[in-house]
């Protein structure tokens, strides 16, 4: 480790593997304190050869890198049990070995499953830097225990993930957040202005997801999401439901929880329009198709989607739950769970296509001026304003 760097940051991810979101942020997170010499160490579960980073600022502490967390994962298909949750698990060892280890420094840089490692810090007397993917756990359980009494089918509300990450931003002295939306979740929870640092928005590459120039006649709407209770899904169908466009298809792109498949599985497979295509390798393609992107999350901190689908300029609906700010000009923000106000709002970008261009235009240009490097930059200026503080 660099003698007297003072920043640790602990990570769930594999470092460099594309198909690892977090692993992006990850590795713009700790760049910049890299280069500037502020970084003491990374954890990770692994990392790519292709890492451009120090070895030794590297830390994998589970023995034989993603050995173990393959294993779990094979196990769990084998022979599944009921309420086992292998990623739970694997991040449990996970923080368990790095709070086993951290020290020295000045700040743990973490994200919010990491309980252990946040009540070490606090033990150890250093300052904890929360890395906020989404709002504030409060309102995320208040937003699924919602939904839980306004679906047909039983939805498990996920607890324990909320509890830990509760546990976890009670020992946090900073967050850092990605939307407007994240930090006034956090303002109502008590959390003082003062400890909240906005690094947002994250970006894409405009070179990979980029316009095509030979869409299909066809109006496509695509939605792309994990549907969980609280992406919306149900909204989307609702408002699919009330418009009626001749040549119109719903394309649904990413896995379904067995929840929301219990509810919404035989609406969406008896709808000659809609279109599930599950998990989707080349996505940008998806994107390059599509008429209007519709995300009706119910809570969102920075979902790439949104930049995925402005690069490709494609207009965008949204929900006012999210990083609203961003999308700015780029497409409609409607309320959450109001399929009324999606349908106007597909109705109109399919009657007005000039204006529907031009919105996938500004979209563009919005993650044209945005980089990975200003969201490092916004993260190491985060990290020197606190240790400026601490002198």
Known sequence: MPEGAPVSVVSFSHLGYDSDQISEVTYNTVKKLADDGLLRALYVLDTEPT??????????????????PRIIYLLDQLAP????????VISEIF????ASNIGGGQIVHLFPEFQHTAERAKREELTTVVYARGCHPEETLRLYEEEQSRFDADIEVPYDWFHRYQRTYDHADHVFYLCDYVRETFIERGFSEDCLFKVGPLTVDPNVYRPSRSKS???TVLAVSNMTPLKGTRYLLDAWDLIDIDEAQLVLCGGISDDVQAELGPRIEQDASINHLGHVDDIAEQYRQASVFVHPS????????????????????ATENGPTEFIDDAG?????RDPKAIAEKLRYLHDNPDEAQHMGERGRTIVEANSWEG?????????????KNLQ
């Open 51 to 68: 890492v451009s980073l120090d070895e030794w600022m590297i830390e994998t502490p589970i023995p034989g890198g993603k050995t173990l």
């Open 217 to 219: 006649t066809e109006f």
């Open 298 to 317: 119910l809570t969102e901190g920075f979902g790439k989607v949104y930049p995925e689908a402005m690069a490709s300029e494609v207009p965008v609906i």
């Open 95 to 98: 923080d368990r070995i790095v």
């Open 81 to 88: 049990i009921d309420g086992f949750d292998p990623r739970q």
């Open 332 to 336: 409609f923000i409607v309320p959450i």
């Open 375 to 387: 969201f490092s930059q916004r993260v190491f200026d985060g990290h020197k304003t606190i240790l």
